[in-house]
């Protein structure tokens, strides 16, 4: 057997592994999401954390492979005229937006602004997925990349779930501020499938190393383990990626001197320190 039919066997194997890890961690993350939302002991921070999305505390930056922006943009893209405004915006993909949001923590309206947000972001990888494909031709990448935009549909259907459980209209687009920001500009000049694959690498990176933190900050043994598990069906995502586009082997993926991801906050602020608003 040729090493190329070796490793499309380990791609397909890892596949029906990580299918499984996501269907099996969907009923416990959809519980976790409602106890988000209900459970009062759980600051807005922690909800933030969680979620993967900006604290409204504080000049948190998204960060996309060597970009970034200002956390207010992705807020503002998701709340209603009533929920959140921004203004001055200047969004750049090495720089930040300037703006504050007129929601503050611990109005009644940000948990849904901060589940919109997190919305937004699911359905953005759905649609970098699709927009990417056009570029994949490996029967085995194209596989995984089709299996990964289901798995993010089925997160986006958890969120909505809460969403619209509290009245408000579920998220049907992508955040745009990303989009336009980070990622637009990385598919206007992708032309390989290894663009596309490094498209898809640094969202599921991002939100792998966005879970790996958020179980940290999290105070309830229940919703560490399940934000454990989510963000280890990312960190999946990622490393079959790795395996079938890049050619690279488990080792290669998960070296042995370090973690399985970092545990730093993905959403670091300017100059790499929070910065209290």
């Known amino acids: 057997m040729s090493s190329n039919n070796l490793n499309n066997t380990e791609i397909r194997r890892q596949l029906r592994a990580v299918d499984q890890l996501n269907t099996s961690a969907m009923p416990q993350w959809r519980s976790a999401l409602q106890r988000l939302f209900t459970d009062e002991t759980i600051t807005t921070n922690e909800r933030a954390a969680a979620l993967g999305v900006p604290s409204p505390n504080r000049r948190d930056l998204f960060r996309l492979g060597g970009a970034s922006i200002l956390g ?143 179980s940290g900050t999290l105070s309830t043994p229940a919703l560490r383990s399940t934000i454990m598990t989510i963000g280890g069906v990312e960190a999946r995502h990622a490393a079959v990626l790795r395996m079938a586009a890049l050619a690279q082997s488990p080792l290669d993926v998960f070296p042995g001197d370090r973690g399985f991801f970092p545990g730093d906050n993905p959403l670091a602020g300017i100059d790499g320190a929070l910065i209290t608003a």
């Open 72 to 214: 207010v943009a992705l807020l503002a893209a998701c709340g209603s005229d009533e929920d959140s405004k921004h203004s001055g915006t200047d969004v750049a993909t090495t720089g930040a937006t300037t703006g504050t949001p007129t929601t503050v923590a611990g109005e009644p309206n940000m948990d849904i602004v901060l589940a919109r947000t997190a919305a937004s972001l699911e359905k953005l990888a759905i649609d970098a997925y699709g927009i990417a494909a056009g570029l994949i031709t490996t029967p085995a990448v194209l596989a995984a990349a089709t299996m990964f935009a289901e798995h993010h549909q089925m997160h986006l259907d958890a969120l909505n779930g809460v969403i619209t459980g509290a009245g408000a209209a579920a998220i049907t687009e992508m955040n745009q501020a990303v989009y336009d920001a980070l990622v637009a500009p990385a598919l206007a000049t992708a032309s390989t499938e290894a663009d596309a694959v490094n498209i898809a690498l640094s969202l599921e990176e991002a939100a792998a190393q966005t879970y790996a933190f958020a």
